[in-house]
């Protein structure tokens, strides 16, 4: 860890006996040989742990994630989210508000293995930073509020991390709240997420009298008695248990580990011949190595997780936690990508994240899958098909980068100098190595498109997904137009969900983005790093059109331009599709006669029309969903070019569209909302002016949790509502669920408010 911080001072170029000799000076717990220093550098794959920390908002992800840098060597001080002083929080907007907002990776070491940690957003306005860190991520850690269990938000990220098929461990925090529950949060992991909790350690003490673990593995009592307020937790005592130890406590601990023992054995084939064989009459005498093992195997294999708990804000139970990370969680070569064996030794890396430095440019982070990453090289980016030279290679240390001079498989480096590459690209060596690859997998039968095509081989990227507001965006004077296009830019490589648009009839810039707080982050990021005071306008919301009925129709386009006349002539059938099967999807075809006829210039013309009129609907100009096109009938006089055919079917859609009938969709959003039963009756009463919805209420230690759906239109301002209504005792979260038609009431206010007619 340190090492690096020398590297960055002394130089590449410094000879190797030199490097070494000065390392040593400063540093005198480092190996002697060089050897040993370049594995300091690229440890063993097996040795290596990439792993993000994942949560609903404020359950204490960034308070775990600095004091397993503390614990590690990597900082010399507790860093506090309140205090606004974390690593990994280091944006000044993550510091004022206290909450994550982007992902932000750092290297440390923990018992001669290397732990590459991503902290990740809990706020759903953030989601994608959480879908991109688990896309390349190898294992993960969920943190949980032991008071409130699984949240609204450990859902969404609990299924991100199924979808990608990462190995988890749980951590229960915050044990040392009064209203810490330990069946509670294992239940509403087994009932909610849906998954096996494997319990390896049970609480000593509850609330404030929380002091330690028992470790059931090796059942060993793991105690922090701090001396002051002031004890940063990094000494404790491990005891075993005694039988002159309280009884009652020896029977929990007893029955505890029997349970575990069991249901290990349920969930792992191999422990439970082991357990037939040499402990089937005494599960007392079970080998605390092999158990560990089998509890590594049942979490690789995604039927189990393992569960902790702890206080991180009190410094306890952070140190097993980092012991479980090593032991349980996968290397990565424990992690099988198919794609990724078929460039065998040549580099193939994976571009998921973007941030900007204002000296050195875009900073792309890559995770490595195969191959050796070296400065003053060139690379080739398969999906932009362009050929690039990586200037430097650095390791994340948060908002501090280390130069190296190379990294190997299995870790998350830091480049400069990409200029072309975005989230979701695939970096090799060169076109010759991917096309190599290509051949490889059209001989093992991988593929069935053509021949040595380099598309074959590209890593899946990340999904992104559509913003739900927007806004006009302008700059204080014309003046700072180009600057303000350049932020733009800039952040919208950084953040994919973000974006930016410019209204054809007005000219004027659109923002797009997930929610509220997404677009007023980002308006205070223009503001404070690139020091443009940006006017936003007032934010609305991201609505959907779609059709009512079945309607055929033909529409004839003739128009000279010049000397030379266009004719053209399209029929065209366009109906309903129901958009819960359909989602957000707009489909067309050509009739099986039109498909063998049509020259495929033409048909890239008719393309082009259709794709230009699913952007803009009949009644507000928002995007068509649910819309299948059937081309009927394309009649081309000699010399019409193809941009009119494109003009003409745009117009014959358009025709369409307003015979069938247009319908506004909104999104309405899932919503939970965690309250006292005091409140509730004023919560629902709100809840009902905003045409929203009840499904269910449930209890949660002394609160009550809404679950409902309502209208995104109707949730401006919620947080201050609800503020007011509940005296500042209630939380909430809100996700997108799905588009609904709007009623025919609300659609005509709508459309009066937005002709400016209310």
């Given at each position: 860890m340190i090492w690096g911080r020398y590297l960055l001072t002394a130089g590449l170029q410094s000879c190797r006996c030199r490097l070494g000799?000065?390392?040593?000076r400063q540093y005198s717990f480092l190996p002697d040989d060089i050897k040993s220093l370049r594995a300091l550098v690229n440890p063993d794959i097996s040795k290596i742990r990439n792993i993000g920390i994942m949560a609903h908002i404020d359950a204490g992800k960034t308070t775990t994630t600095e004091r397993m840098l503390y614990y590690s060597?990597?900082?010399?001080?507790?860093?506090?989210?309140?205090?606004?002083?974390?690593?990994?929080?280091?944006l000044a907007q993550e510091r004022e508000r206290g909450i994550t907002i982007q992902s932000a990776a750092v290297t440390f070491d923990w018992k001669s293995h290397r732990i590459n940690l991503i902290d990740t957003p809990g706020h759903v306005d953030f989601t994608l930073e959480v879908e991109r860190a688990l896309r390349v991520l190898d294992g993960a850690v969920a943190v949980f509020d032991a008071s409130a269990g699984v949240e609204a938000q450990t859902l969404?990220?609990?299924?991100?991390?199924?979808?990608?098929?990462?190995?988890c461990v749980c951590f229960l925090n915050k044990m040392d709240k009064p209203a810490a529950n330990l069946e509670f949060s294992i239940d509403s992991i087994r009932q909610k997420l849906k998954a096996n909790p494997v319990l390896l350690q049970i609480p000593i003490g509850s609330g404030k009298n929380f002091t330690g673990v028992i470790d059931l593995i090796t059942n060993q009592k793991l105690i922090w008695k701090p001396k002051s307020t002031e004890d940063d937790g990094r000494v404790f005592k491990i005891h075993n248990l005694d039988p002159s130890d309280d009884a009652e406590l020896l029977q929990t601990v007893s029955e505890a580990r029997t349970a575990l023992i069991e249901m290990v054995a349920d969930l792992d084939d191999e422990f439970a011949e082991l357990l037939l064989t040499d402990f089937s009459e005494n599960f007392d005498a079970v080998n605390s190595i092999k158990l560990q093992e089998a509890v590594r195997r049942v979490t690789l294999a995604r039927k189990g997780v393992p569960v902790l708990c702890g206080s991180s804000l009190r410094n306890k139970g952070v140190q097993p936690l980092l012991d479980a990370i090593t032991a349980y969680l996968p290397a990565p070569n424990e992690r099988h990508h198919d794609l990724v064996r078929w460039y065998k030794e040549d580099l193939c890396a994976l571009a998921f994240k973007v941030m900007h430095d204002k000296q050195r440019g875009p900073l792309v982070f890559l995770r490595i899958y195969s191959g050796t990453l070296k400065p003053q090289t060139a690379v080739h980016n398969i999906n932009r098909n362009s050929t690039e030279r990586m200037s430097r290679l650095l390791v994340p240390f948060a908002d501090q980068h280390v130069e190296i001079p190379s990294l190997t498989a299995g870790n998350i480096a830091l480049t400069v100098g990409l200029k072309q590459t975005v989230t979701g690209?695939?970096?090799?060596?060169?076109k010759a190595s991917a096309a190599a690859a290509a051949r490889r997998a059209h001989n093992e039968g991988g593929t069935k498109k053509r021949h040595g095509d380099p598309a074959n081989v590209v890593l899946s990227g990340v999904e992104i997904p559509d913003p739900v507001f927007f806004c006009t965006i302008e700059p204080p004077t014309m003046a700072k137009q180009a600057d303000l296009e350049n932020a733009l830019n800039c952040l919208q490589r950084e953040d994919p969900s973000l974006k930016v648009r410019v209204d054809p009839d007005s000219g004027q810039t659109i923002l797009c983005g997930m929610g509220e707080l997404h677009i007023e982050i980002v308006h205070d990021r223009i503001r404070r790093e690139y020091g443009i005071e940006t006017h936003l306008g007032p934010l609305q919301v991201a609505y959907r059109e779609t059709i009512l009925h079945e309607v055929s129709?033909?529409?004839?386009?003739?128009?000279?331009?010049?000397?030379?006349?266009h004719v053209v002539t399209v029929k065209l059938a366009v109906r309903p599709v129901d958009i819960t099967s359909a989602g957000a999807s707009c489909e067309f075809a050509f009739t099986e006669e039109l498909e063998g006829h049509l020259s495929p210039e033409i048909k890239e013309a008719v393309q082009n029309g259709m794709h230009s009129s699913y952007l803009q609907g009949p009644l507000l100009g928002y995007p068509l969903q649910g819309i299948s096109t059937l081309v009927q009938g394309v009649a081309i006089e000699?010399?019409?070019?193809?941009?009119?055919?494109?003009?003409?079917?745009?117009r014959c859609m358009l025709k369409a569209?307003?015979?069938?009938?247009?319908?506004?969709l909104e999104p309405v959003m899932s919503l939970e909302v965690t309250v006292g039963e005091e409140h509730l009756g004023a919560v629902l009463g709100d809840l009902a002016q905003r045409r929203g919805t009840v499904r269910d209420i449930q209890s949660r230690q002394d609160d009550k949790v809404l679950?409902?759906?309502?209208?995104?239109?109707?949730?401006m301002g919620y947080s201050t509502a609800l503020r007011t209504v509940t005296s500042g005792n209630a939380t909430f979260s809100l996700e997108l669920d799905t588009y609904e038609a709007m009623n025919i009431q609300d659609q005509n206010t709508l459309l009066k408010r937005m002709g400016g007619l209310l």
């Open positions: 000799c000065h390392i040593r060597g990597y900082t010399r001080a507790l860093g506090d989210v309140d205090d606004g002083d974390t690593v990994t929080d280091f969404t990220v609990w299924r991100q991390a199924e979808k990608h098929h990462v190995p690209d695939t970096i090799v060596s060169s129709t033909t529409d004839t386009l003739d128009r000279t331009v010049g000397e030379r006349r000699p010399g019409t070019s193809p941009a009119m055919v494109s003009a003409c079917v745009s569209l307003r015979l069938a009938g247009g319908q506004v679950l409902g759906t309502v209208p995104l239109a109707e949730m």
